[in-house]
């Protein structure tokens, strides 16, 4: 499994998109209690459920991980995990799946800075009055440091979402040869 992680608005799903789109990677769908964006669609870029229906597929024992960020809740649902999925999450979900996968689970970490960020959010509509709380919360949330292994690291600063898919893709295949 390949799994992309980095702040807000770091380029992780273009990213995702961008593997599924040239190297047909199967993008897992993580399930969320947050509200959808303008631009989403539901079962596409997550599966948005109620903070009951959460509870009931936590209850259920549906989730490898689950994590609370901004005030919502988020999951990686066992179905969604296999053989040539490139899956997003946060230190938290990454940590959890490498701790149950740790051969089969390849960690990359997408750095980009907090302008670029910063514009992404705006561009994207997100909320202006939560773009800088965010920003702060990523700041701790997401530091190198809280995440138990990291095969990868890549600048989303002067490439391409293509190239830096096709880095990915190469360093990718290279791990599974060496598992």
Not at 66 to 90: A, F, P
Not at 125 to 140: A, F, N, P, W, Y
């Amino acid at each position: 499994m390949l799994v992309i992680v980095g702040a807000s608005a770091s380029g992780k799903t273009e990213i995702a998109n961008a593997l599924v789109t040239q190297f047909a990677y199967i993008k897992s769908v993580t399930t969320t209690t947050r509200q959808i964006r303008f631009h989403e669609m539901n079962h596409t870029h997550y599966h948005f459920v109620s903070k009951e229906q959460f509870e009931t597929l936590r209850v259920q024992d549906a989730f490898i991980e689950t994590t609370r960020y901004q005030d919502h809740d988020y999951g990686l649902q066992k179905n969604e995990i296999g053989s040539n999925q490139v899956i997003i999450l946060d230190p938290n979900g990454c940590n959890a799946l490498y701790q149950k996968y740790p051969i089969e689970t390849c960690i990359i970490y997408i750095q980009s800075d907090k302008e670029m960020r910063q514009t992404r959010m705006l561009s994207r509509g997100d909320d202006i009055h939560l773009i800088s709380k965010r920003l702060k919360e990523d700041d701790v949330t997401f530091q190198v440091s809280h995440l138990d292994k990291i095969h990868f690291i890549i600048d989303n600063h002067h490439q391409t979402i293509q190239s830096i898919a096709e880095e990915i893709h190469h360093f990718y295949q290279a791990f599974l040869k060496g598992k």
